[in-house]
Structure formats: structure tokens, C-alpha cells
């Protein structure tokens, strides 16, 4: 799956933000002095929630209808010497119906 200069950019969608935390860190060791190595080459773009249908609001910006809001905790990462996801991240992959934004 190592692929020196391939990169990939993927998004994931977990429960909440705890379980994305614990899904970056089981990507990191501890080594025999105890510094912190991450086993690999990644950005992470934390992005919370998604407004999928804006809130409505007078005049004076009282708000008439609440914003919907995406379910879970989204996730974008920019994967470097990879190919696919790594082990264990599969499971989590969204694919975006009308995405919000890109990478270039």
C-alpha cells in the first residue's frame, strides 16, 4: 500500500469528535523514551457539522427557523504515500453529495 509521492484527499464521517480524536490517535506510537511517532504521513482537517438546509430569520436576524445540521462529525484528510485508507478507516469513508468545499 506505500507509494512514495502518491496523495489522496478522503473524507470520513465518525459518531462525535471523540471518536475521530481516538481514530487519529491509534495512528500514533509511543516510542522507548516516550515521544509521541505518528506511523503516518496525513493532514487532518477537522470540520465538525455541516449546515445541510440554512435557518431562516427576520428582518432583525431573529431566527424564524433553526439551521439542519449534518449528522456526525466530518472529517477530511489529505493522505500522503497512500493509496486507499488505512486499516480500520474503510469503515468510516463518506463520499460527499454536494460537497461544501475542495481540495486542490
Not at 36 to 57: D, H, P, Q, S, W
Not at 71 to 100: C, F, H, I, M, Q
Request: include cysteine; glycine fraction near 4%; charged fraction near 25%.
Amino acid at each position: 500500500m506505500l507509494n512514495n509521492n502518491i496523495m489522496i484527499y478522503l473524507r470520513y464521517e465518525f459518531n462525535d469528535k471523540a471518536q475521530a480524536d481516538t481514530k487519529i490517535a491509534s495512528l500514533h506510537t509511543t516510542d522507548a523514551e516516550g515521544n509521541e511517532i505518528c506511523n503516518v504521513n496525513a493532514a487532518f482537517i477537522r470540520l465538525n457539522k455541516f449546515v445541510m438546509t440554512e435557518g431562516t430569520y427576520d428582518s432583525e436576524g431573529v431566527e424564524i427557523t433553526a439551521p439542519v445540521l449534518s449528522e456526525g462529525y466530518a472529517l477530511d484528510v489529505v493522505w500522503r504515500d497512500l493509496d486507499a485508507s488505512p486499516y480500520g478507516w474503510k469503515t468510516y469513508e463518506v463520499e460527499p453529495n454536494n460537497p461544501k468545499h475542495i481540495l486542490l
